[in-house]
């Protein structure tokens, strides 16, 4: 237990010689995403609304001035799984879906890849494409396409960043918009 506080301590207060202030940058790190649904629906937690995914950012930090506040135009992609209660809220009413969800398939793969900008190395802005997968009527697959724009707020803790990020899908084959939340840290390299 001792080891796991100091490696977790060392990790957050050390800052490793590979990471950058400028020039080009890779992050990499695990997050815990809430899926909340339409705008102007009321929102109910439940344990089906929280995913993990993976999330990856790689650009190019410039700063000027002496100053260690660059801006970083990049791309950032992520990858996880969305629970089957949920898929549901993504699809629309019009899907062709012969059958029900498959409750049963734990993994329904997720993929969005945008770029954009984080400014002053604190607010990111960024846009793109994504895709989410699903399993319904036991062992066909769909999928379902859309627009993806994500803000968010990156906190600099020296060897790894905490990011928090809010995600609106829209478009292609949604018909409503449906908003995620999610916050983690990513480890830069």
């Known amino acids: 237990m001792k080891t796991k506080i100091f490696f977790l301590f060392?990790?957050?207060t050390c800052r490793p010689?590979?990471?950058q202030d400028k020039g080009f940058?890779?992050?990499l790190g695990p997050s815990v995403n809430v899926l909340y649904g339409s705008p102007g629906e009321k929102f109910a937690y439940t344990p089906d609304r929280i995913s993990w995914q993976l999330n990856g950012q790689f650009g190019f930090i410039s700063t000027r001035g002496g100053t260690n506040r660059g801006n970083m135009l990049g791309v950032y992609a992520s990858?996880?799984?969305t629970k089957p209660g949920m898929v549901a809220l993504l699809l629309p009413p019009d899907a062709g879906v012969s059958g029900d969800i498959d409750l049963e398939q734990k993994f329904n793969e997720f993929y969005?890849?945008?770029a954009g900008m984080t400014i002053m190395k604190f607010l990111r802005l960024s846009g793109g494409l994504?895709?989410?997968y699903y399993t319904y009527n036991i062992h066909s697959r769909g999928l379902i396409q859309y627009y993806s724009g994500t803000a968010g707020l990156s906190f600099d803790l020296g060897a790894v960043n905490w990011v928090?990020?809010?995600q609106v899908m829209t478009g292609k084959d949604l018909t409503k918009s449906v908003l995620k939340a999610s916050t983690g840290f990513m480890?830069?390299?």
């Open 10 to 12: 060392f990790l957050l």
């Open 17 to 19: 010689v590979f990471a």
């Open 25 to 27: 940058i890779l992050l």
């Open 79 to 81: 990858a996880g799984s």
């Open 112 to 114: 969005t890849v945008e």
């Open 130 to 132: 994504g895709r989410q």
């Open 164 to 166: 928090i990020d809010a």
């Open 187 to 189: 480890v830069k390299f």
